[in-house]
């Protein structure tokens, strides 16, 4: 079963602007991961979040994190063509050690 | 190896067949996980491994399906009599250990068409 859901499920941008992207999980949580996907294959780690914190920086990436809402969201900012991929929620359920993943975001960024 | 490693990188075979896939992880990871992925679809978690065992097989579609791992090294997914619904990407990802706090690095993946 998924434990989180991505909203929406697919988004077309022009290069430039910002790419925000939502993810919902259901049990509480330990910490949040966010994934890319390119092509459908392996999956690249760009971010964690832990239930402690609200909101974290990486580069363009910006991550918030709102426990009392089931939800974080992941903002790409001045997005490039290059960050065409699909996007991923991850979070332990129930503190596990599993790693459970959302249902993605496919994100198109025209040049 | 410097990344996880998967293979084949595609596999077709007939229904009713038996195929194994095969994972290598990261050296020094002690945590494997395996996942599948249907087209366009999220990623569904098969099981995954801590050292040699496996704590938690809950993911497995089917007793069709089964995997062990060897020498807290390389892993090997079989699936038994295979059916068309078992076509998907296979995913195998490792990280230094278990735990929620631990970042998975994925292999590229097995491409399944079962016909």
């Known amino acids: 079963s998924q434990q989180g859901e991505e909203d929406p499920q697919a988004l077309s941008i022009q290069e430039g602007e910002n790419a925000t992207m939502n993810c919902s999980y259901k049990?509480?949580?330990?910490?949040l991961q966010w994934y890319r996907q390119n092509s459908g294959r392996g999956l690249v780690h760009l971010i964690l979040?832990?239930?402690?914190?609200r909101e974290k920086h990486s580069g363009r990436l910006r991550v918030t994190l709102d426990t009392s809402k089931k939800s974080s969201s992941l903002l790409i900012t001045a997005s490039r063509a290059a960050d065409t991929a699909s996007y991923f929620c991850?979070?332990?359920?129930?503190?596990?050690?599993?790693?459970?993943f959302g249902t993605g975001t496919r994100l198109q960024v025209f040049p | 190896g410097a990344g996880v490693s998967q293979s084949p990188s595609n596999k077709v075979t007939e229904k009713g067949k038996d195929v194994e896939l095969r994972c290598d992880p990261i050296?020094?990871?002690?945590?494997l996980y395996w996942y599948r992925q249907s087209l366009g679809q999220g990623l569904e978690f098969l099981i995954y491994?801590?050292?040699?065992?496996?704590?938690?097989k809950s993911g497995l579609p089917s007793d069709r399906f089964s995997a062990e791992r060897t020498g807290g090294s390389v892993s090997t997914l079989t699936i038994q009599r295979t059916q068309q619904e078992d076509s998907a990407v296979y995913l195998c990802?490792?990280?230094?250990?278990?735990?929620?706090?631990?970042?998975?690095?994925f292999g590229s993946g097995t491409q399944l068409s079962v016909l």
């Open positions: 990802a490792s990280s230094l250990r278990t735990g929620f706090s631990e970042k998975l690095f």
């Open positions: 049990t509480s949580i330990n910490n």
């Open positions: 979040i832990r239930s402690n914190e």
């Open positions: 991850a979070t332990d359920a129930d503190g596990t050690d599993k790693l459970i």
């Open positions: 050296s020094g990871h002690t945590a």
């Open positions: 491994f801590q050292g040699n065992s496996a704590p938690d």
